[in-house]
Structure formats: C-alpha cells, structure tokens
C-alpha cells in the first residue's frame, strides 16, 4: 500500500474526519521514522519494529488518538513514548510554528534515534527520562498522549495537564488495553472509552 492508498481507505471508512490530522498525515514522511528494512512498508496499516523491541504505532490508531487529542495551533503539547519520533512529527505539524511539542522517551538508544529523526522538526523537544513523571519544568500541558500502556493514569500527568486539558492514554493488562480520553474538568478527569488496542507496556511504576 502507498499514502494516498492508505487516505483513499481511511476516507471511505470514514475514520479519519479531522482535516488537520489529515494535513498532518501527508505532510509528514512516514518512510524518514522507520528502520530501512522496513522501508517498503512504511504505508501499511500495521506496527513495525523499530529498535529495542519497540514498534512504531500502526497509521490508523495514531490517526485515532490524535483525532482524539484534539490538537489545536499553539499548543503545549506532552508525549510518553517517542519511539521513532513519527507521533511527535505529527504533532509538531499540529501545533504549527507557535507551539511546542516534548517527547521523552525511555530508552536511550530509542531517545537518540528519535532525536535524530525529527531533526527537521524544530518545535519539537526529546528528552530521555521516565514520562510517566511527566516534565514538571515544561508544563502544564494543554494536551498529552501516552503512546504505551499503564496500569493507570499516572498522576503526575493528571498534575500536569492543565484545567480543560485531554490526556489521551492506552490504560489496562498487558494483552489489550482499552483507549482512555479524559478531560480535566474542575482538577477531575472525564474519562471517555476508545475501544481495545494493544500496546507496549509504560516501564516504571505505572506497567500495565
Ligand atoms: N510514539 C512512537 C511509538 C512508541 S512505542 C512512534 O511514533 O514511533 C512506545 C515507546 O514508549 C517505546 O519506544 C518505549 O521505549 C517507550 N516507553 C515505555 N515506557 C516509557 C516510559 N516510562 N517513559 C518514556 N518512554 C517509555
């Protein structure tokens, strides 16, 4: 499969409705994030392994999240979980010149790799650190996405998003999770169910 095959499919499936998202999708070039055996595959709608053992996400449950994330322009953006770098892409995209995206990721070899590909990227920070403490110093966040899956809600995160924030976040066992958007209403979280998928576990306190 190619990009537009893959937009062609999510157009007719009606998954992707969020224009932006869409925008951020065809800018951003899927192929520079993955390892080079798996170049041909970059426009499948599936993981691919990257380094570590980690993957990077498959296309339609990023567009999901981050349709779910509602990024706006200028927003302070936080993610757990760089892996390749290609969800902060995206996110850079959507927060435009005015805003600010962090990415930490766990792995220091994951880190670097991350780092390297979103060189191009210049509103985008990776740091290489535990994201499940959040990054106290570069918050609060108007949104964060949490790209593995905890046991729960680290507070920590809940601390650090901000009155009206969206914390979207995989939260369950290890086998299947299910997808948690919560907004913070009055320092309480409104959670909202997205269904199952299954990802890589949060390492730290907060495992799944
Ligand atoms: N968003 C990535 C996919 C990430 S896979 C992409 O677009 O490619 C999940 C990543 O979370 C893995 O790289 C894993 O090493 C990282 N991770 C797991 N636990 C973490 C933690 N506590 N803090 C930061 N990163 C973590």
Known sequence: MNKSDLIKQ????????????????KKVKREDFVVKEYLKEAYEDVPLPILQLQTISQPTTVVIMLQALEVKKGMNVLEIGAGSGYNAALLSVLVGKSGKVYTTEIIPELADFAQDNLKDFRNVEVHQCNGSHGLPAYGPFDRIICTAAAKKI??????????GGIIVIPVGPKYGQKMVKAKKVKGKLKKQDLGTFMFVPLVGEFEG
């Open 10 to 25: 999510w157009t007719k499936l009606k998954i992707i409705t969020d224009k932006n998202v869409l925008n951020a999708f």
């Open 154 to 163: 680290p507070k920590p995160l809940i601390d650090q998003l901000k009155e």
